[in-house]
Structures are given as C-alpha cells and as structure tokens.
C-alpha cells in the first residue's frame, strides 16, 4: 500500500518530550485518508503493543499507559501521522512503529533516560 518513512525519535530525560513523525511517501491521498492510523512500540524481551490510534472519522484510541502524555495527529492532505509524546518515563523506551493499512514503518528508536 505504501512506503512509510518515519523520522524524529532520540535520546531524552525523563520528563521531556519527543514528536515522531511518518509520512507515507507513495501512497495516494484518497487511500490514506480512510485509513486507521497508528503507532505501535516493542520494547526489548516484550512484544509490539499499541500506542495509540486516530480513524478516519478522528476518533482516537490509547493505550492506558500513554494516556493524557501522547497524542497520535494525521494529516490527510500530506499524508503523514505524528506522535507527540509528553512526560516521557524511562519505561516508554522502545522501538516505535507507525502502522498504516497493512503497512510498517521502519522502526525509530525513543529512549528515556532516568
């Protein structure tokens, strides 16, 4: 369905903040704009859990650990999702994934350090 392309991501303390971006370079704009849009993150020795989501309709689904610090955005026109992560904790250290239709992105390390 499309190439994702994700930047952003990095090192961080504690209790700053971090904005990932993804943008899907070749798919058309009437194939993402009905899409679900998400991010997905997998910590090491853990399996790929959901961050958080946006549907086509706005609506928006978190998983209760990032809820009220993240924040999932789409933007049709340009066809890319961004994650703004707030009050980051050491624990919110993983690789994250966007994921949009049947497609991944590459993967961005966020690490939090204490």
């Known amino acids: 369905q499309g190439n994702l392309v994700e930047s952003g991501g990095g090192l961080v303390q504690a209790g700053g903040s971090l904005r990932l971006s993804c943008r899907a370079s070749?798919?058309?704009?009437?194939?993402?704009?009905?899409?679900?849009v998400g991010w997905y993150r997998q910590a090491p020795g853990k399996q790929r859990e959901l961050v958080g989501l946006v549907a086509s309709d706005r609506t928006t689904s978190y998983a209760d650990s990032v809820k009220g610090r993240f924040t999932v955005f789409r933007d049709n026109s340009r066809k890319t999702t961004s994650l703004q992560m707030n009050s980051l904790k050491p624990e919110d250290t993983a690789v994250y994934y966007c994921h949009i239709g049947h497609s991944w992105g590459q993967g961005i390390q966020v690490t939090v350090s204490s």
């Open positions: 070749t798919m058309i704009t009437s194939t993402f704009s009905p899409l679900v």
